[in-house]
């Protein structure tokens, strides 16, 4: 009991003879280690994935120039885990990705821009799930840029975002100053993939806007990186007039508010007309001084592209439209209602893979 209390006292003594700076130089350490210990596992990933680097060349080139077949690799996979128990990595599997890692970045300067930064599962998973060069550099970068999990680049490369990042029809390039124009055109997609909805083939917009809201966190990561949502049905008094936006976020590099209009029809060349009117009114009412122009951003479950192109022509304010995809099913015979399983019971049902399952 007395030793507790000692201590307990030596504890208070300790609080009340603080030096003055002395939390601030805490914190600074503090901060200095981390970033250190941040710095050695990069270190430490980047000496692996060099090593197997190496290790493909080497396979690599004996595979070619000497003639060895597919079981050498099965008996050096034994002989390594003999001479090395404990150490995981060096399966047969494992080897053959090696040597498919250096063949696919031979060239030292590609595989220092960017392969190198990524842990190993990442490299696997573009080497497992893509053909192109362009399509892994591309998918690699975006990796590093948004700190992608290995769940998240998986995600990425399922809904084909290389194929819709940008592609959305837009008039930034004529309504906002460069590189800003440039930055706003890439972040946004065409279609957006609204997959974990499953709607009526009828369905209003009520419904789709509904949906959206009751799976937020699945749409923000649709969206993409920097989307902060602020409200749905947002209103807006105008002239003594109620208005009511569909969607409204913060985009935070863009630094700007993004008016989101959803549409469960074709996109019709008014549709541009009242986005305008929007947008004129979130910049005066809503927008600060320092932030940038506001942007519209209307998304339609199809769209006519040169209509497009001749809507947003002329309209002053930066705009984009989009399309969208959705599960559409059929409504079942009455009877048959309330007998088959749902989405969810049969997602329930199904045990999900894990991106560590691809290394043995």
Not at 211 to 225: A, C, D, H, R, V
Request: proline fraction near 4%; charge should be negative; charged fraction near 25%.
């Amino acid at each position: 009991m007395a030793k507790k209390l000692k201590s307990l006292l030596s504890q208070k003594d300790l609080k009340l003879t603080i030096p003055e700076g002395y939390v601030d130089l805490l914190n600074q350490l503090k901060e200095k280690i981390r970033k250190a210990q941040l710095k050695a596992a990069i270190a430490v990933n980047n000496e692996l994935v060099f090593l197997y680097w190496e290790i493909g060349n080497m396979l690599s080139g004996k595979m070619k120039e000497a003639g060895w077949g597919a079981k050498v690799i099965d008996r050096l996979a034994n002989d390594i885990g003999n001479d090395f128990p404990g150490i995981s990595g060096f399966s047969p599997r494992n080897l053959r990705y090696m040597r498919k890692f250096f063949e696919s970045y031979s060239d030292l300067s590609i595989l220092q821009a960017v392969p190198a930064k990524l842990p190993w599962w990442h490299n696997i998973l573009l080497l497992e799930k893509l053909d192109s060069q362009e399509e892994r550099m591309w998918y690699a970068q975006q990796t590093i840029v948004n700190g992608w999990s290995g769940r998240a680049l998986d995600d990425s490369i399922k809904s084909k975002l290389y194929l819709r990042q940008g592609k959305a029809i837009t008039n930034f390039q004529d309504r906002l100053p460069s590189p800003h124009s440039k930055l706003a055109h890439d972040i946004l997609k065409s279609p957006y993939n609204f997959g974990f909805l499953t709607l009526s083939n009828d369905y209003i917009e009520h419904e789709l806007e509904l949906g959206l809201i009751q799976n937020i966190e699945k749409l923000i990561l649709e969206l993409g990186q920097g989307f902060a949502f602020i409200g749905r049905q947002y209103h807006l008094e105008i002239a003594g007039d109620d208005y009511y936006l569909d969607m409204i976020f913060y985009h935070i590099k863009l630094r700007a508010f993004c008016v989101v209009e959803l549409k469960s029809t074709d996109f019709k060349p008014e549709y541009a007309g009242k986005m305008n009117f929007y947008l004129a009114a979130v910049d005066e009412q809503l927008k600060h001084p320092t932030d940038n122009p506001s942007i519209g951003m209307i998304i339609c479950r199809t769209k006519n592209d040169l209509k497009v192109e001749y809507a947003l022509k002329r309209v002053l304010m930066p705009m984009s439209v989009s399309g969208y995809e959705v599960k559409i099913h059929d409504a079942l015979p009455e009877e048959l209602q309330g007998t088959l399983p749902t989405a969810e019971e049969i997602e329930a049902g199904l045990s999900e893979h894990h991106i560590e399952d691809i290394i043995d």
